[in-house]
T-cell receptor, first 115, second 115 residues
């Protein structure tokens, strides 16, 4: 079974530029998550989708971050404009149904450096 | 608020010795608890979870964890450490008060196993 795919793996941009990340979840998984992991910290949820609907985006900085999940499969996360403090690893995860005991499976992440 | 704490930033163990990585949690209601491992430049890999049932949970790569309700702990253990176990370990709890049931992660514990 293929895992969660993410691209690109690394991205370096200047502040105020825009950037987009792509995620392809495990086939058949209804729930998709985007996490931000700042160096030295645990991951923090940015947004959660159930199929193509948003379940939780309470910690997404909506003035600069946006995300969509078209057709309930692939997802993109965009930052526009980027700030220095956005430097982090962006992790995508998916789970079968989003239930309490569900296991979330993570992709390799995209490491973003904002200069 | 739901939370987890990993009191040790780093744990050092000699190869062949038993290892313990500590985790305590604070939740309202029954906890759903998870352990993940992160190798350099890679995403999080699922090790094991506690949902209900036996307090001793067995997982991948010989790891196990003991759920202790009275001490609100979920420590990760392995009887005999390998050098290849050296990595960053995260404990997480499912926030079931949140609509999406997001994972809340600890700060992580760096495990170093020396030959």
């Amino acid at each position: 079974e293929a895992g969660v795919a993410q691209s690109p793996r690394y991205k370096i941009i200047e502040k105020r530029q825009s950037v987009a990340f792509w995620c392809n979840p495990i086939s058949g998984h209804a729930t998709l998550y985007w996490y931000q992991q700042i160096l030295g910290q645990g991951p923090k949820l940015l947004i959660q989708f159930q199929n193509n609907g948003v379940v939780d985006d309470s910690q997404l900085p909506k003035d600069r971050f946006s995300a969509e999940r078209l057709k309930g499969v692939d997802s993109t996360l965009k930052i526009q404009p980027a700030k220095l403090e956005d430097s982090a690893v962006y992790l995508c995860a998916s789970s079968p149904s989003g239930g309490g005991g569900d296991t979330q499976y993570f992709g390799p992440g995209t490491r973003l450096t904002v200069l | 608020a739901q939370s987890v704490a990993q009191p040790e930033d780093q744990v050092n163990v000699a190869e062949g010795n038993p290892l313990t990585v500590k985790c305590t949690y604070s939740v309202s209601g029954n906890p759903y608890l998870f352990w993940y491992v992160q190798y350099p430049n890679r995403g999080l890999q699922f090790l094991l979870k506690y949902i209900t049932g036996d307090n001793l949970v067995k997982g991948s790569y010989g790891f196990e964890a003991e759920f202790n309700k009275s001490q609100t702990s979920f420590h990760l253990k392995k009887p005999s450490a390998l050098v290849s176990d050296s990595a960053l370990y995260f404990c997480a709890v499912r926030d079931m008060n949140n609509q999406g049931g997001k994972l809340i992660f600890g700060q992580g514990t760096e495990l170093s196993v020396k030959p």
